[in-house]
């Protein structure tokens, strides 16, 4: 692969014990290195010169940072703007850590509860040395409405994460859809299903996550990637009360729910404007 380099600053995030979450930006000039050509590569809709994948909204394409492989995230040109494009990968970097922060939370509550009959396997988010980077020099304009777009970069935004683990050995599980419930009939998928029920009862349901989806490796682990969340301060691709409405109606408790005491009654739903979601019934 042939990569062009970009100067840029990161900004990454933390996460508090009340589930607020903050950005923070560093001053400091560092170097990236983007894949070249990828976009050529595109509608072959194959992985190959540094072209990785897409979905609706987003492309993934191959980077370098720190002499390390990364995956890069940007909004496509054609659905997004410069400030759509920072609006929707700051959410879904957001929505990562908090997922995250959900799943430390989640095992808290088994160990408080004395529940040691979860799956052996150890669950993880995607997160591990991700960031949003912002260039400080100018992109190039883009081209015209019949010329070909071979830019490395689209806009001055975007989001490193890990590169997935892939291959033969590994395989990719989908616990729920973006609006479907989990209703899974495994060990490990009532594990899921349990852990995405206590999100909502963390948060006091106020959030839920939703398209969990993840890979599991040789080592026995399973890396979590992509979620959506929906939440009280309804955004894109966020579908706020209805959502967590329909999840609670339509999630169904299994043994992993009832032994670390998950409620299962639908509550009055109403917002109440607090700052975050709280670790219930936890000390710190």
Same mark, same amino acid.
């Given at each position: ?76 040109? /054609?659905? !997004? ?5 920072? &609006? *929707?990968?700051?959410? $879904? ?98 594990? /899921?299903? !349990? ?5 909502? &009862? *963390?948060?006091?349901? $106020? ?78």
């Amino acid at each position: 692969l042939e990569y062009e380099t970009f100067k840029m600053k990161r900004a990454t995030c933390t996460v508090s014990k009340t589930a607020d979450i903050q950005m923070n930006y560093s001053e400091e000039q560092e170097e990236i290195m983007i894949a070249k050509g990828w976009q050529a590569h595109v509608k072959a809709g194959k992985p190959y010169q540094g072209y990785l994948g897409q979905g609706l909204t987003k492309f993934v394409f191959r980077g370098r940072y720190n002499n390390e492989d990364c995956a890069i995230v940007q909004c496509k040109s /054609v659905r !997004a703007t410069e400030a759509e494009n920072i &609006v *929707d990968l700051e959410g $879904e970097y957001q929505t990562l850590h908090l997922s995250q922060y959900f799943l430390d939370s989640f095992y808290e509550r088994a160990k408080n509860y004395g529940v040691d009959d979860l799956p052996s396997i150890g669950m993880k988010w995607n997160i591990s040395t991700a960031f949003i980077g912002k260039l400080t020099e100018k992109l190039p304009d883009a081209p015209g409405k019949d010329e070909p777009d071979s830019r490395s970069l689209v806009f001055s935004v975007f989001m490193v994460l890990p590169l997935l683990p892939s291959g033969a050995l590994c395989r990719e599980v989908k616990f729920s859809g973006s609006e479907e419930v989990g209703l899974n009939p495994d060990s490990l998928g009532c594990a /899921v299903d !349990a852990y995405a029920h206590h999100i909502a &009862v *963390d948060s006091m349901y $106020e959030v839920v996550i939703s398209d969990i989806q993840g890979i599991i490796t040789p080592d026995r682990t399973i890396i979590f990637f992509d979620p959506q969340s929906h939440t009280w301060d309804s955004g894109y691709w966020d579908h706020g009360q209805s959502a967590i409405t329909e999840f609670l109606k339509s999630h169904k408790c299994n043994k992993h729910c009832r032994a670390l005491g998950l409620d299962t009654e639908l509550p009055p739903l109403s917002n109440t404007n607090r700052k975050g979601p709280l670790r219930i019934g936890f000390e710190d």
